[in-house]
Nanobody, 122 residues
Framework: VQLQASGGGLVQAGGSLRLSCAAS????????LGWFRQAPGKEREGISC????????YYADSVKGRFTISIDNAKNTVYLQMNSLKPEDTAVYYC????????????????WGQGTQVTVSS
């Protein structure tokens, strides 16, 4: 499993960013793909997933209505559109692949690569 997240940066509160994740080495249809984040001193938080099979999605309450996950199967890429960003969204964001039987919430059985830093200024 190879996952490369990109697209992070510095943005003002209320702004937007789009994260991308290039994925390879596994079968999309057998996995959920998603994003989690980790801020300094805090635990990992699974924020969104999309099923590579049926496209069903999950969003944590903290991002629901602001973030949108999507998948481009032709490009083997997953995106996270982040709107109305808040300072509390500041974290390193990681793309994760989760096989059947795993969890988007607890990241059970998940695999991930290097993250991308998102910083939201007030």
């Amino acid at each position: 499993v190879q996952l490369q997240a990109s697209g992070g940066g510095l943005v003002q509160a209320g702004g937007s960013l789009r994260l991308s994740c290039a994925a390879s080495g596994f079968t999309f249809a057998d996995h959920a793909l998603g994003w989690f984040r980790q801020a300094p001193g805090k635990e990992r938080e699974g924020i969104s997933c999309i099923s590579g099979g049926d496209g069903s999605t999950y969003y944590a309450d903290s991002v629901k209505g602001r973030f949108t996950i999507s998948i481009d199967n032709a490009k083997n890429t997953v995106y996270l559109q982040m709107n109305s960003l808040k300072p509390e969204d500041t974290a390193v964001y990681y793309c994760v692949a989760i096989p059947r039987g795993g969890s988007c919430v607890t990241l059970r059985f998940g695999s991930w690569g290097q993250g991308t830093q998102v910083t939201v200024s007030s």
